[in-house]
């Protein structure tokens, strides 16, 4: 694996770490949103990654050669979360039902923040393997000076 191939994988990671804590702020802004212009309460949003293989069109029959298993990642998707909304007893909330409830978002405080500081811990590794990379590069141009 070649440097630069080293580095778009980390920048790969930067991204896509990136959109999963845009989506984490807001779930967290809309933990309390019981309308939606789509109609209902907001739904809990998740990102879902993928690999993506690093190849160029020469480089990727190399790479087929060689087998050496690098993988950016990528956003696949970002999907609202299957489980259903939590009903409280509010019966003088403009948007209760008939019974006195209200639908409230699925968005758990606690999941949403432990969420949160393990997608800035992976962006921080990542951003400390992008300086050890180029701190590398660095000192390898300084051996041809000598």
Avoid: C
């Amino acid at each position: 694996m070649d440097m630069m191939a080293g580095l778009q994988v980390s920048f790969s990671a930067l991204n896509a770490q990136r959109t999963r804590m845009n989506v984490i702020a807001s779930n967290l802004a809309n933990a309390q949103s019981t309308r939606t212009p789509e109609g209902g309460p907001y739904k809990r949003q998740e990102v879902i990654f993928a690999a993506q293989p690093q190849r160029s069109l020469f480089a990727g029959m190399l790479d087929e050669q060689l087998q050496d298993g690098v993988n950016a990642v990528h956003v696949l998707d970002i999907v609202s979360d299957a489980n259903g909304t939590r009903l409280e007893y509010e019966p003088d909330h403009p948007d209760a039902n008939e019974q006195g409830y209200v639908a409230y978002p699925n968005v758990n405080v606690m999941r949403e923040m432990v969420d949160l500081i393990s997608a800035t811990r992976a962006y921080e590794a990542n951003v400390t393997a992008i300086n050890s990379s180029k701190d590398m590069a660095l000192r390898a141009l300084q051996i041809g000076r000598v």
